[in-house]
């Protein structure tokens, strides 16, 4: 990093009202102490680090060049966000950033009007900018929207949705496309800025226009002739000729760290009076801080570290990661199986494919951010006599709904899912949380959903998909480490909707679908301690259930409660749904079920998360002695407190 001068520029830019009040000579300081102070504040909480600092200059351009909040300013995923939240009014709770309590570690609607609109996910901002440029153009507006997408999100099909749909939103929409992995083409020196900016200039713009109109009165031929030589020698000097074809005024690729290039050429684009218009911004992840640019990944997300040295704070050794755990039994299984292959949706290291990978890199299939196409391409591939594993994050095979449906599900094909990150995620909040993967799955025939109470489990259950030919199966495993139990030499193929007796009592029944087992267990303790006989079962299967146990769990005890880390609609409803067509609701059963609460859940710690939507050891005690205590007589004197 450049060394700051002696006046903080940044203690006096509070909005970006402020500063629009500075000398663009000024700006390049700004933007040092903004990167300064993004990299202190990342290495207090953690978080998303590299993307933020290659789009230090990008920010204070768009803020200092474009009216927001009145502009509206989208980022795509919103991980890089951070220098726009220090800009923005959230400067003095920056070092929050994804805590209990604290800012959202991506934008949020709730937090500032600067952020018009939450993203977490990726390839959404054009759709959501168009929506908003459209609004303004059929109200008379003439303000912008402004929509940051970085290259790995235009792997998505939605992007290119979005931008074959904008035509219509004319001047009012603005796509920055920040280039900042693999150049698309670029930008060349002096050169590359001084062309940005003369064909993003007005004078160029009406002067462009006036020949086009004159086009036009040309026979058709000659004027359509006359258009392609436009784009064609406009594409020839600066690429872009996709985003023309699509309906888009390309301009680029230019400096994403050069102010004097970068101002000149937003300033024309906001004076346009023809659009949509797409930039071509060319940054470098983790720029300006040499340990964020040496690493392979830029220091995508780090855990709190030194800004010295650039050394993150490790762990203390444990259990090994759950996408480990799955990532190494996989090649296990592929060793042995020739036609297992490996599918990831831009989330290799995440998901444990990339130990895959190492080991079949032939096999092995990351198809950038694209979801749906990940799950049909697996269809695709078990159709011709594969065995696809697609391993995706639960939250974003979300987005892959419809063809888990119609592509997997209807036709039987026996796809694998593995889904990382089920349950509460900690400090990447809601937008991140898998809540509804077993209600959503569940609901749908002929699919298998499996929950691993543990690694150990974990590795019998990705046997079991691997041996499992009838139909799609999937099998649901938390983010972080495992619970510390051996892991098994032979793993063990489960038979298809069969649970596990882990403890037998006779008054209270605990009937667990995942990691709450170990919870489960803590209270049949506590339980035990009072008087109250307890048993505890671990389902295994959410489909198809257990009906066997379940039943006899639920008549011979006297009052039973599942328990699932998954919103209403899973496991809970699927048991009440049996007992009711068994008649068993009929004979006074106290059934109790224990799920994620009918909300969006902030960042916090995991346990804080579970404690606050009552799935831990204390709620479950507490749930069974008020069901208990409708039955009195049932409930030990010791147990009535």
Same mark, same amino acid.
């Given at each position: /990093?450049?060394?700051?001068?002696?006046?903080?520029?940044?203690?006096?830019?509070?909005?970006?009202?402020?500063?629009?009040?500075?000398?663009?000579?000024?700006?390049?300081?700004?933007?040092?102490?903004?990167?300064?102070?993004?990299?202190?504040?990342?290495?207090?909480?953690?978080?998303?680090?590299?993307?933020?600092?290659?789009?230090?200059?990008?920010?204070?351009?768009?803020?200092?060049?474009?009216?927001?909040?009145?502009?509206?300013?989208?980022?795509?995923?919103?991980?890089?966000?951070?220098?726009?939240?220090?800009?923005?009014?959230?400067?003095?709770?920056?070092?929050?950033?994804?805590?209990?309590?604290?800012?959202?570690?991506?934008?949020?609607?709730?937090?500032?009007?600067?952020?018009?609109?939450?993203?977490?996910?990726?390839?959404?901002?054009?759709?959501?900018?168009?929506?908003? =440029?459209?609004?303004?153009?059929?109200?008379?507006?003439?303000?912008?929207?402004?929509?940051?997408?970085?290259?790995?999100?235009?792997?998505?099909? /939605?992007?290119?949705?979005? /931008?074959?749909?904008?035509?219509?939103?004319?001047?009012?929409?603005?796509?920055?496309?920040?280039?900042?992995?693999?150049?698309?083409?670029?930008?060349?020196?002096?050169?590359?800025?001084?062309?940005?900016?003369?064909?993003?200039?007005?004078?160029?713009?009406?002067?462009?226009?006036?020949?086009?109109?004159?086009?036009?009165?040309?026979?058709?031929?000659?004027?359509?002739?006359?258009?392609?030589?436009?784009?064609?020698?406009?594409?020839?000097?600066?690429?872009?000729?996709?985003?023309?074809?699509?309906?888009?005024?390309?301009?680029?690729?230019?400096?994403?760290?050069?102010?004097?290039?970068?101002?000149?050429?937003?300033?024309?684009?906001?004076?346009?009076?023809?659009?949509?218009?797409?930039?071509?911004?060319?940054?470098?992840?983790?720029?300006?801080?040499?340990?964020?640019?040496?690493?392979?990944?830029?220091?995508?997300?780090?855990?709190?570290?030194?800004?010295?040295?650039?050394?993150?704070?490790?762990?203390?050794?444990?259990?090994?990661?759950?996408?480990?755990?799955?990532?190494?039994?996989?090649?296990?299984?592929?060793?042995?199986?020739?036609?297992?292959?490996?599918?990831?949706?831009?989330?290799?290291?995440?998901?444990?494919?990339?130990?895959?990978?190492?080991?079949?890199?032939?096999?092995?299939?990351?198809?950038?951010?694209?979801?749906?196409?990940?799950?049909?391409?697996?269809?695709?591939?078990?159709?011709?006599?594969?065995?696809?594993?697609?391993?995706?994050?639960?939250?974003?095979?979300?987005?892959?709904?419809?063809?888990?449906?119609?592509?997997?599900?209807?036709?039987?094909?026996?796809?694998?899912?593995?889904?990382?990150?089920?349950?509460?995620?900690?400090?990447?909040?809601?937008?991140?949380?898998?809540?509804?993967?077993?209600?959503?799955?569940?609901?749908?025939?002929?699919?298998?959903? /499996?929950?691993? =109470?543990?690694?150990?489990?974990?590795?019998?259950?990705?046997?079991?998909?691997?041996?499992?030919?009838?139909?799609?199966?999937?099998?649901?495993?938390?983010?972080?480490?495992?619970?510390?139990?051996?892991?098994?030499?032979?793993?063990?193929?489960?038979?298809?909707?069969?649970?596990?007796?882990?403890?037998?009592?006779?008054?209270?029944?605990?009937?667990?679908?995942?990691?709450?087992?170990?919870?489960?267990?803590?209270?049949?303790?506590?339980?035990?301690?009072?008087?109250?006989?307890?048993?505890?079962?671990?389902?295994?299967?959410?489909?198809?259930?257990?009906?066997?146990?379940?039943?006899?769990?639920?008549?011979?005890?006297?009052?039973?409660?599942?328990?699932?880390?998954?919103?209403?609609?899973?496991?809970?409803?699927?048991?009440?749904?049996?007992?009711?067509?068994?008649?068993?609701?009929?004979?006074?059963?106290?059934?109790?079920?224990?799920?994620?609460?009918?909300?969006?859940?902030?960042?916090?710690?995991?346990?804080?998360?579970?404690?606050? =939507?009552?799935?831990?050891?204390?709620?479950?005690?507490?749930?069974?002695?008020?069901?208990?205590?409708?039955?009195?007589? =049932?409930?030990?004197?010791?147990?009535?407190?």
């Amino acid at each position: /990093m450049a060394d700051l001068p002696d006046t903080p520029l940044l203690d006096t830019v509070n909005t970006p009202d402020d500063l629009r009040q500075l000398k663009p000579d000024q700006l390049r300081q700004l933007a040092d102490e903004l990167r300064a102070e993004t990299i202190s504040a990342v290495g207090t909480t953690g978080g998303h680090l590299g993307s933020g600092l290659g789009v230090v200059e990008l920010t204070v351009a768009i803020h200092y060049v474009f009216d927001t909040p009145t502009d509206r300013l989208i980022w795509d995923v919103g991980h890089q966000c951070y220098p726009h939240k220090i800009l923005t009014g959230r400067r003095d709770r920056i070092r929050t950033l994804r805590q209990g309590g604290g800012l959202s570690g991506f934008t949020k609607r709730t937090e500032s009007e600067y952020d018009p609109f939450g993203a977490a996910h990726s390839s959404t901002s054009i759709s959501a900018a168009l929506g908003f =440029a459209t609004a303004n153009r059929l109200t008379g507006s003439p303000a912008k929207a402004i929509a940051v997408i970085g290259d790995g999100s235009m792997s998505a099909g /939605m992007a290119y949705e979005a /931008m074959n749909n904008a035509e219509a939103a004319g001047n009012r929409l603005i796509v920055i496309l920040n280039d900042n992995d693999m150049s698309i083409a670029p930008p060349v020196g002096g050169l590359s800025a001084y062309l940005s900016r003369i064909v993003s200039s007005r004078e160029f713009l009406g002067v462009r226009d006036v020949l086009r109109k004159l086009a036009r009165r040309l026979p058709r031929p000659l004027h359509k002739a006359a258009r392609k030589t436009d784009e064609y020698a406009r594409g020839l000097t600066m690429g872009g000729t996709l985003f023309e074809e699509l309906g888009f005024y390309y301009v680029g690729p230019i400096d994403g760290h050069n102010l004097e290039h970068l101002i000149p050429v937003l300033e024309n684009v906001r004076d346009a009076p023809e659009g949509p218009i797409l930039v071509h911004v060319v940054t470098k992840k983790g720029k300006g801080y040499a340990p964020a640019e040496a690493a392979a990944d830029k220091y995508h997300g780090v855990q709190k570290f030194d800004v010295i040295t650039g050394a993150q704070a490790k762990a203390p050794p444990g259990p090994p990661a759950y996408q480990n755990v799955f990532g190494d039994q996989l090649v296990k299984e592929a060793e042995r199986d020739p036609t297992i292959v490996a599918i990831t949706a831009a989330m290799p290291s995440g998901t444990g494919v990339d130990r895959f990978a190492k080991a079949f890199p032939d096999r092995t299939f990351d198809v950038g951010i694209a979801e749906q196409h990940a799950v049909t391409f697996a269809a695709g591939l078990a159709a011709q006599g594969m065995r696809p594993f697609c391993a995706i994050y639960s939250t974003f095979l979300q987005r892959a709904y419809d063809q888990v449906v119609h592509d997997v599900a209807i036709q039987n094909l026996p796809v694998r899912f593995a889904i990382d990150r089920a349950g509460l995620v900690g400090a990447d909040g809601a937008t991140h949380a898998g809540s509804f993967d077993v209600t959503y799955l569940a609901t749908l025939p002929n699919f298998v959903v /499996m929950a691993a =109470a543990d690694e150990a489990e974990l590795v019998h259950m990705t046997h079991t998909a691997a041996c499992h030919d009838t139909g799609p199966i999937a099998v649901r495993y938390p983010r972080g480490n495992g619970t510390g139990v051996a892991l098994p030499e032979v793993p063990e193929r489960l038979e298809i909707g069969k649970g596990r007796l882990i403890r037998e009592g006779k008054t209270v029944a605990i009937l667990s679908l995942g990691t709450r087992l170990g919870e489960a267990l803590r209270a049949a303790d506590v339980l035990e301690a009072k008087g109250l006989s307890t048993s505890v079962a671990d389902l295994r299967f959410a489909k198809p259930l257990d009906e066997a146990l379940i039943r006899r769990l639920l008549t011979t005890h006297e009052v039973a409660v599942t328990i699932e880390e998954n919103a209403v609609g899973g496991l809970g409803a699927h048991v009440l749904t049996m007992a009711s067509d068994a008649g068993l609701i009929d004979g006074g059963l106290r059934l109790r079920t224990m799920r994620l609460p009918d909300v969006f859940q902030d960042q916090d710690k995991p346990e804080k998360q579970y404690a606050e =939507a009552g799935l831990d050891a204390d709620h479950i005690v507490e749930t069974v002695l008020k069901a208990l205590r409708h039955n009195s007589a =049932a409930v030990p004197e010791g147990a009535r407190a």
